[in-house]
Structure formats: C-alpha cells, structure tokens
T-cell receptor, first 113, second 112 residues
Framework: EPEVTQTPSHQVTQMGQEVILRCVPI?????FYWYRQILGQKVEFLVS????????KSEIFDDQFSVERPDGSNFTLKIRSTKLEDSAMYFC???????????FGQGTRLTVV | DQQVKQNSPSLSVQEGRISILNCDYT??????FLWYKKYPAEGPTFLIS?????DKNEDGRFTVFLNKSAKHLSLHIVPSQPGDSAVYFC???????????FGEGTQLTVNP
C-alpha cells in the first residue's frame, strides 16, 4: 500500500540553526501538506502546496518557514532559524485531490535545544 | 482556536462492546468531516469521512453520524477490539478548502 515517508524520524538541533525536514508523498497525489503537533496539544495545520506553489498557510507559517518540491518526489519543510518553541512532531501529508482525505507520514520529531 | 472540540480526553470500553466517540464543531463553513486514528510514534491514519450532505456513513465496524443542526458528529466502533486502542481525532474541512482543523483527540482504551 502506498504511503507517505518522512526523514529523519528524529532531529535534534541547536537553537538558531536551520533544519530541513523531508517527505516523499504518495506518488500520484497532487496536494501536499505540513502539520505539526506540539506535545500535549492539537495537530495544527501549517501549509498546503499545490501545483508548485503554496495554496494556503496558517499564521504559524511565518517567514522562518518555507516549503519546496525540489524534484518530482520530495517535499521539504525548512525552518531557517529554529526556536525552542519549534520543538514538535512534524507531519507531512498528501491527498489525491478527489476528496479532502489526507494521508499522513509517520512524523519527524524535532527537538530544539 | 476551539472550532473543533472533543470533550472527552479518554474513553474505556470492554472488548466486544460499542465505542462512541464524540466531536462538536462551531464553524458553519465546515462541510466535510473526517476521523483519524493515531498510535504513539506514528502519524494519524485516516479511518472514515462524511460529507455534510449525508447524516451517516458506514465502513465495516466504523460508522460516522453527522447532526448538522447540532453541529455534532460521532464515531461508532462495534464491536470494539483491543487493537482499536489509540487516540482518535476528528477533523473538519471548510467548503472548497483542504486545510484540516483537528480536535484535541480522545484516547480510546479497549479492555480484553
């Protein structure tokens, strides 16, 4: 069964450093998303991406965040200068576009120290 | 942001009985609703969804009911199995949108 894969599973970084989280969405999907879940809180939407551009972003997704689809398979989330409060599970998701059902990867746990 | 609310943080049921998970929403623009299941250290797994033009959708042991006038939906699992033990999230999508707005989640424990 096709699945969304994310790497790495766990990333530890120093405050102020840049991190890139990587995702391979399901191959025939057209919509790509990043969500995050801070420990003990809700899963929160960050950004959606369609047709090589951002289609929607939340207030969390400020200038420190960027997304890219550098080739036909990868979808990345970059955080330019990490803060302690960026520590969270980051989930990549994709959907085929026929309905809003999104399929999630296993997540990357980002720890900023 | 309390647009989607799951008021019960936890629910415990006996194997073979029915599990009923509840979700309320406030945003009238939501017109599609989804349930996800999440095990520790994994991402949410899609379970079942319902459009606002329906009031019920069934898939095997899982049934979702939607009461639009009450802005309430519920997920019924019958019969419940120990492998169903997980956190269940409801999520909602606005008309012509794709952003999922999640509830807080309910930890379901099914006891053998």
């Amino acid at each position: 069964e096709p699945e969304v894969t994310q790497t790495p599973s766990h990333q530890v970084t120093q405050m102020g450093q840049e991190v890139i989280l990587r995702c391979v969405p399901i191959s025939n999907h057209l919509y790509f998303y990043w969500y995050r879940q801070i420990l003990g809180q809700k899963v929160e939407f960050l950004v959606s991406f369609y047709n090589n551009e951002i289609s929607e972003k939340s207030e969390i997704f400020d200038d420190q965040f960027s997304v890219e689809r550098p080739d036909g398979s990868n979808f990345t989330l970059k955080i330019r200068s990490t803060k302690l409060e960026d520590s969270a599970m980051y989930f990549c998701a994709s959907s085929g576009g026929r309905g809003p059902e999104a399929f999630f990867g296993q997540g990357t746990r980002l720890t900023v120290v | 942001d309390q647009q989607v609310k799951q008021n019960s943080p936890s629910l415990s049921v006996q194997e073979g009985r029915i599990s009923i998970l509840n979700c309320d929403y406030t945003n009238s623009m939501f017109d599609y609703f989804l349930w996800y299941k999440k095990y520790p250290a994994e991402g949410p797994t899609f379970l079942i969804s319902i459009s606002s033009i329906k009031d019920k959708n069934e898939d095997g042991r899982f049934t979702v009911f939607l009461n639009k006038s009450a802005k309430h939906l519920s997920l019924h699992i019958v019969p419940s199995q120990p492998g169903d033990s997980a956190v269940y999230f409801c999520a909602a999508v606005e008309t012509s949108g794709s952003r999922l707005t999640f509830g807080e989640g309910t930890q379901l424990t099914v006891n053998p």
